[in-house]
């Protein structure tokens, strides 16, 4: 242990102003002491008796970090006064001109909150854009791992460096390191199967409740024991039972009988001596429910346990952690063990692998927040000035930086409106992973709802009413948010990341309530495939609203009730619902056939018109017949279709939309807001991901389910959808994400909105000239959004782009001066969007540029004639033209109009070559061969060997490549 690690040990043991200056000294060259009272600057009625400035860190660039100690005069604990800390921190941070300020809040035990606040100005006065705060709670009972390891190793040369120390991708990579071999050890040691799939299942599952435990014991509900599982653990080692029984005799009772039951009741499962105090911790055990602590079918009743070894390192490893119940917010960041970091973590060890990647908080905010304020101005007659005011922050001013923010300026008329549209809105993610954006339209509709139910002008009956934060998230997750994911663990994730965040806010008297505290999520996320539903060779299309019997109505009805009651406890067999489901689905069926045949029993029974005699009576009559019979072929066709799909449903069947969410479809015609971020998977990667279909099969089937779902747009006719039209078939070379786009555009009813990030390929490729034409004629896009300061992706190869457009048109095309705006930022989005910035980007009727962004505003009907050969669309480079070239490009369009031509014009211009395999085809040269004319090369696979010279030809990889507009083969 070096001097730093034991002067750091001494800051955690026993902290002290005097202590940090101490350890500054040594992890900060340029660290100066500075003694100056802060007490002025604490109100009455915070809870702090003394604040000071104990020294400033100096940084290249004249740049300074300030270092304070606050002195909290109660009980400091990992939740207590944080908002009012915050407050503090910055309105010391307002006074001078310090790029950032590193507070440590602590109290006479030791404990403290060690947090950085960085600043952003705006503009050349002291114009306060945002305030960004991480923290760690350091207490010295407990392990800190994670701040040990970050300070213990922080590099205070720069404020880039500082700030990778209280990085929360920095922790989450540190933690993986280590997780990810215990996740893994504890998955290959399952005991009762040879089955992976299910082993990793199993495994997954354990970690899972073992962390939520760690969540409910670290808020005290475990028999107020902080350290309950570790002294639950290592009781069963004192009491010397048989080896390896930890997991079926102590855990088991503890998952599926005490968390799974009423307090008072005492544990009867299995054989475990518990202590006289366990065995009470146990009994008074919170009632979480929720599926989380049932038995899972098909995995928790096979028998299986893991060695007492394994669960015994996993323990040691993950309560060397620090927990804390508290969620990261867009502005304010908990660098220890938070729902947040888990979901990250998660992710990265089952998604991987599937092109799927945790969406970053800050896009996910943003996300949501635009398909909100689209969605509202789409389906109210409300001002989107007041709109973007209310869900985007502006720029603050000096001490008016919270207190004069613009919140809208709504009647109570429109306050209730918004209160009405709010607490009704239905949003799906198709692509749902961990809950990345369950997660986060939960948090900001909870935000928008707080502040419109708290308003002065709010009507007294909906003040009256007013639901405490827990009672809406609660009702939030009821009534608004969906998902999808292909894979069950990644939806076992994604519920544990809504009932952690739940979990967050539970009043701490719940603890003993004789009702199950957690909902049932089992039909609010999924398990599915979103784009390919098909049952015995049969796909079944997205049924939208239809005009339906009242019986059925009725069904409905009934069904969502059901639904509601599942989720709140009320009723218990979720197969029982799923029957209904099916149900409803076959009633909706055979009315749409009867529908049918009632149409063509009318168009047979109808008497021939009378007309006058001659030639042209006789053509007229010819043709109403030739009409009359081909509506009957077609009515006849799709009566067969839907036998067809009826004959097909079984009970045990895949996922399929219409059945899956039938309040949805046919109540609603669709949902509201579509949002996500869709698996990066490459058109040669593309397979079916429940294994059922052979890849080239499960491409037909995505093909098919475009002709299906817009069949006016793609198929030959509605007829004929086993068939593309000439002009509208898509690329094979389409990667995976181009058919979510699709699909999602489905899943909306007329009104919705639909918001993706993904990747930006099909701006500028070939095969994305036929997702650019379907937006243009058919989803108008409303922003295309790039960043140019901070990808949003770093750790996966791929560059994106925000899309935000309306629900398809149902009739008809796309209006040719709708206006798509294409958005460069050029600072990173949580400096950038601003209510002010967006405001301009949605006004902005030609270029507009600023520091913070460039808008380039185009119509439908330009971008088609720009995006057109001979009449038909060949696709454009939109990335490059209007989103990545710089500015300078546009003044020499400007400039140069009527003497530019297009390279095709005088060259040329065709498509490289695909290899399908880059790390076999393209070779390194490494020397001479074994004899004259060979060449010793290797490939990215690995492989060395020998070629032909005169067959390794330079290649352009990427145009990137080129520095010049010279190509020259010894450059490649």
Not at 319 to 339: G, I, K, R
Not at 852 to 869: C, H, M, Y
């Amino acid at each position: 242990m070096d001097h730093r690690d034991i002067v750091l040990t001494q800051v955690i043991k026993q902290f002290s102003p005097e202590g940090l200056v101490n350890l500054l000294r040594r992890i900060a060259p340029t660290f100066r002491p500075q003694s100056e009272s802060f007490d002025h600057f604490i109100k009455e009625d915070w809870p702090f008796d003394r604040a000071e400035q104990i020294g400033v860190i100096e940084l290249p660039e004249a740049q300074t970090v300030l270092v304070g100690t606050v002195h909290v005069d109660r009980e400091l604990t990992s939740r207590s006064s944080r908002k009012i800390q915050y407050e503090l921190g910055k309105r010391i941070l307002k006074v001078d001109n310090h790029s950032a300020g590193i507070f440590a809040f602590y109290d006479d035990t030791g404990r403290f909150r060690f947090s950085l606040i960085t600043v952003t100005y705006h503009g050349t006065r002291r114009q306060f854009s945002s305030f960004r705060r991480y923290t760690f709670f350091v207490d010295p009972a407990l392990p800190n791992k994670t701040f040990v390891n970050q300070i213990g190793r922080a590099d205070f040369s720069s404020l880039e460096k500082i700030l990778e120390a209280f990085s929360l991708a920095a922790v989450s990579d540190e933690f993986f390191k280590e997780f990810k071999p215990q996740y893994d050890a504890i998955s290959q040691a399952v005991v009762g199967t040879s089955d992976e799939a299910l082993k990793q299942d199993f495994a997954l599952l354990f970690a899972i409740r073992v962390i939520f435990l760690g969540f409910v014991q670290k808020k005290g509900w475990l028999g107020g024991n902080l350290r309950f599982l570790q002294d639950f653990w290592q009781e069963y080692q004192n009491s010397h039972q048989p080896e390896n029984t930890f997991y079926r005799e102590w855990l088991e009772p503890l998952f599926f009988e005490a968390l799974s039951s009423p307090p008072g009741q005492k544990v009867a499962y299995g054989s475990a001596p518990f202590s006289e105090q366990t065995q009470q911790t146990l009994q008074m055990a919170p009632y979480l429910n929720g599926e989380l602590f049932k038995r899972k079918r098909d995995v928790d009743d096979q028998d299986l346990w893991i060695p007492d070894a394994l669960i015994g390192d996993f323990f040691d490893f993950l309560f060397q952690y620090n927990f804390t119940v508290e969620e990261n917010e867009l502005y304010d960041e908990e660098l220890e063990l938070n729902p947040e970091f888990l979901g990250i973590i998660f992710e990265r060890i089952t998604n991987m692998d599937q092109g799927s990647v945790y969406t970053p908080r800050v896009e996910v905010d943003l996300m949501c927040r635009l398909g909100l304020v689209k969605w509202l101005e789409q389906t109210t007659d409300i001002d989107k000035r007041d709109l973007y005011h209310l869900f985007f922050r502006e720029a603050g001013t000096g001490e008016a930086y919270d207190e004069y923010q613009k919140q809208g300026d709504f009647s109570p008329a429109e306050i209730r409106t918004l209160i009405e549209k709010l607490e009704n809105v239905t949003v799906c993610d198709p692509a749902a992973g961990s809950g990345a954006f369950e997660v986060g339209m939960l948090q900001v509709l909870e935000q928008i709802l707080e502040n419109l139910y708290g308003r002065n002008n709010t009507p007294a009956d909906l003040k009256a009413k007013a639901p405490t934060p827990f009672e809406r998230k609660k009702a939030i997750i009821a009534r608004s948010l969906y998902g999808v994911d292909v894979k069950r663990w990644a939806v076992w994730i994604n519920h544990l990341r809504l009932w952690l965040t739940l979990f967050v806010d539970m009043p701490d008297d719940f603890k003993t309530s004789f009702t199950p505290l957690l909902p049932n999520l089992t039909f609010k996320v999924r398990v599915g495939d979103s784009l390919v539903q098909r049952i015995g060779g049969k796909t079944f299309p997205v049924h939208g609203h239809a005009d339906l019997p009242p019986a059925i109505k009725r069904q409905i009805t009934e069904l969502k009730k059901k639904k509601r009651d599942f989720f709140y406890n009320q009723k218990h067999d979720a197969r029982l619902i799923e029957q209904d489901e099916l149900n409803v689905f076959r009633a909706i069926l055979d009315a749409e056939i009867e529908a049918r045949r009632e149409e063509i029993r009318h168009l047979r029974s109808m008497p021939k018109q009378d007309a006058l005699p001659g030639l042209a009576s006789a053509m007229q009559e010819k043709k109403q017949e030739k009409a009359s019979q081909e509506r009957i072929a077609l009515l006849q066709a799709e009566i067969d279709e839907l036998q067809a799909q009826k004959r097909n449903l079984k009970d045990d069947r895949p996922f399929i939309w219409s059945i899956e969410f039938a309040e949805i479809f046919f109540d609603r015609g669709g949902f509201d807001i579509i949002i996500g971020n869709p698996p990066y998977v490459r058109q040669e990667n593309i397979t079916d991901p429940n294994g059922r279909l052979a890849s080239r099969d499960y491409k037909e089937a995505l093909l098919e389910m475009l002709r299906i779902d817009f069949p006016n747009y793609f198929a030959k006719s509605r007829a004929h959808t086993d068939q593309f039209r000439k002009d509208r078939k898509p690329s094979r070379r389409s990667d995976l994400y181009t058919y979510f786009y699709i699909r999602s555009l489905r899943l909306l009813n007329p009104q919705g909105m639909h918001v993706f990030i993904c990747s930006n390929a099909w701006l500028d490729v070939g095969y994305g000239a036929w997702l650019q034409e379907f937006f243009l004629r058919k989803a108008p896009l409303h922003f295309v959004i790039d960043n140019h300061a901070k990808r949003s992706f770093a750790r996966a190869d791929i560059n994106t782009v925000i899309t935000v457009a309306s629900a398809p048109v149902e009739r008809g095309e796309a209006p040719d001066d709708h206006v798509v705006r294409f958005v460069a930022f050029k600072q990173p989005f949580e400096d950038a969007v601003l209510s002010e910035n967006l405001l301009a980007i949605e006004n902005a009727t030609a270029i507009l540029k600023t520091d913070a962004f460039r808008v380039f505003p185009i119509t439908v009907a330009k971008l088609l004639a720009e995006g057109s050969d001979d009449g038909k669309y060949v696709g454009d480079k939109w990335g490059g033209k209007y989103l990545r070239a710089p500015d300078i490009f546009f003044t020499i369009l400007e400039k140069g109009k009527g003497k530019l031509v297009k390279l095709g014009e005088i060259a040329e211009v065709r498509r490289g070559f695909t290899t399908g395999a880059n790390d076999f085809f393209y070779l390194e040269p490494l020397g001479p061969g074994s004899r004259p004319g060979l060449l010793r090369v290797r490939n990215g696979a690995g492989w060395e060997g020998e070629i032909e010279e005169e067959f390794l030809k330079p290649v352009v990889k990427s145009p990137r490549e080129c520095r010049t507009i010279i190509i020259r083969p010894e450059d490649l």
